[in-house]
């Protein structure tokens, strides 16, 4: 069972459309990463949302945590080619007793803007 | 620069014949970790390490060994590759390590090593 659901997981739109693709768990997570992959490269932070409700602005991006924390989405506000990619939202996962954590990523939206 | 880097970025082998995939960070981050990245299901990591000396299973270590001697290094190795360890491979790092949950800090990734395995 995945702990982090992406959807949609392929998305292909026109330059200038709008779009929002989620991130949803049926866990309460603290706070959640959202990365951007490109092809031939490593995924990238975008951003970290923390408190329930938390909207966050990246330019064209708008990411919100959901009041209840689990789940969160991504809009993007007229597309370009430039934000085709591999959008994966991730958390910590771990032990406050034993101080380690590992990272849980979802299974990403794939995303294609077409010029 | 500060980066995450992996060697070979490319590498086909055969079955049973065991190799090694680099990865050092200049950031002297604490945590270090191994991911594969297969379609359909993102990104498993493999292996992490809190510090020097200290790691951990993910979830999906069988047939991956790692080691962390120095900070700055984390090799990932395979004693006896099989077919079904055709992967893209990512090493990452963060720069908190024990005690750390909940920092958030994010992770800084290495551009991959596409390993195919005959």
């Known amino acids: ?115 | 620069e500060a980066q995450v880097t992996q060697n070979p970025r490319y590498l086909i082998t055969v079955t049973g014949k065991k190799l090694t995939v680099t990865c050092s960070q200049n950031m002297n981050h604490e945590y270090m970790s191994w991911y594969r990245q297969d379609p359909g299901l993102g990104l498993r990591q493999i292996y992490y390490s809190m510090n020097v000396e200290v790691t951990d299973k993910g979830d999906v270590p069988e047939g991956y060994k790692v080691s962390r001697k120095e900070k700055r290094n984390f090799p990932l190795i395979l004693e006896s590759p099989s077919p079904n360890q055709t992967s893209l491979y990512f090493c990452a790092s963060s720069l908190y390590g024990q005690g750390a949950l909940r920092t958030n800090s994010p992770l800084h990734f290495g551009n991959g090593t596409r390993l195919t395995v005959t």
């Not at chain 1, 959807?7 to 026109?14: E, H, K, R, T």
């Not at chain 1, 989620?22 to 951003?47: A, D, I, T």
């Open chain 1, 1 to 115: 069972t995945q702990l982090l659901e992406q959807s949609p997981q392929f998305l292909s739109i026109q330059e200038g459309e709008n779009l929002t693709v989620y991130c949803n768990s049926s866990s309460v997570f603290s706070s959640l990463q959202w990365y951007r992959q490109e092809p031939g490269e490593g995924p990238v932070l975008l951003v970290t949302v923390v408190t329930g409700g938390e909207v966050k602005k990246l330019k064209r991006l708008t990411f919100q945590f959901g009041d209840a924390r689990k789940d969160s989405s991504l809009h993007i506000t007229a597309a370009q080619p430039g934000d085709t990619g591999l959008y994966l939202c991730a958390l910590q996962r771990g032990s406050s007793a034993s101080g380690t954590y590992k990272y849980i990523f979802g299974t990403g939206t794939r995303l294609k803007v077409l010029a």
